[in-house]
């Protein structure tokens, strides 16, 4: 998978996969060199291979982007439905996950336009405390530069994508 000739299918699959999990994952190194994971609910993918996440909540990946700013991203589709459809027909119509790799970029304060692309996604929870709670005062960003996609294999029910 190309990172730059499939970035389209690329950002269509990360879609789904907020749509269907509300978070991606960002694997992450601390300086001791564990890896870890952290659960990210505010990526938006640009259209020129890169990418941010509004950081408010996260503690740890900004402090291990300090020492070491490489990153993976994991997009798992977890729909019902797409899933129940290959189980049965022992093949995916579309990528169930796709892992990308890139290097965090730093903390920058949001644009009005991030601040609306965040407030468009989250608009069918507006009004409730959780969403007051969660996405409200977003102030600063992360942007993330992608250098390689990798579609996740599971063996012939992914053959053909």
């Known amino acids: 998978m190309d990172v730059k000739t499939d970035w389209d299918k690329i950002r269509k699959h990360f879609n789904k996969s907020f749509n269907s999990n509300f978070y991606v994952s960002i694997a992450s190194v601390d300086p001791e060199n564990n890896p870890t994971i952290t659960p990210i609910g505010s990526l938006f993918l640009n259209d020129n291979q890169t990418g941010f996440y509004f950081e408010k909540f996260p503690s740890k990946l900004p402090e291990h982007a300090k020492v070491n700013p490489n990153v993976c991203l994991l997009g798992v589709n977890s729909g019902r439905f797409f899933w129940l459809k290959a189980l049965f027909t022992e093949k995916f119509s579309d990528y169930p996950a796709i892992k990308l790799y890139g290097v965090l970029g730093e903390r920058k304060k949001a644009t009005e336009h991030e601040i609306n692309r965040l407030n468009r996604r989250m608009q069918i929870t507006n009004g409730l405390k959780g969403n007051t709670y ?5 102030e600063f960003v992360r942007d993330i530069k992608f250098s390689k996609a990798e579609k996740i294999n599971l ?7």
């Open 134 to 138: 969660l996405w409200k005062k977003m």
């Open 155 to 161: 063996g012939k029910m992914t053959k053909e994508l």
